[in-house]
């Protein structure tokens, strides 16, 4: 059973390299993937499926900077927040606003699997993991 997984995991990662377009996520190329699968149905398809969209969503969280904000947000620091992750990250990056009201004040910053945080809640948990 492991080599079937590792077998459906190796098709999906050359998958994942043919749907990239100068090392960006080709929507048309996703698509064509997906058409790929249901017309060629290799071995495990649901197997290849699922692991090339952990494949594909991992990619496309890394352009999405989820700022989570206690207070109101404006459109001009959304703005500044995106182009300074487009800047560290060189890709292009889009930042979503969500309400989160256990921040008490300040912003936190996902993109990917990094997170930024700028918070009273963030720094009341690090004082009290120092104590």
């Known amino acids: 059973m492991a080599s079937k997984a590792k077998t459906a995991q ?7 390299r043919a749907s990239l377009v100068g090392g960006a996520l080709s929507e048309e190329r ?6 790929y699968i249901e017309k ?5 398809p649901l197997w290849v499926l699922r692991a090339y969209h952990r494949l594909v969503a ?9 700022v989570e904000h206690a207070g109101a947000v404006g459109e001009a620091t959304l703005a500044s927040i ?3 992750m487009a800047k560290k990250y060189s890709r292009p990056v889009r930042a979503v ?9 300040g ?3 996902r993109i990917g699997d990094d997170v930024y945080e700028s918070s009273i809640a963030g720094q009341l948990e690090a004082l009290s993991g120092a104590a």
């Open 30 to 35: 996703v698509g064509g993937v997906i058409a």
């Open 107 to 109: 912003i936190r910053v």
């Open 82 to 84: 995106a182009g300074a």
């Open 58 to 66: 991992n990619e496309v969280a890394k352009g999405v900077a989820v």
């Open 97 to 105: 606003p969500r309400d989160e009201p256990s921040l008490v004040a």
């Open 10 to 16: 190796h098709l999906a990662r050359a998958l994942f």
């Open 40 to 44: 060629a149905r290799p071995a495990n």
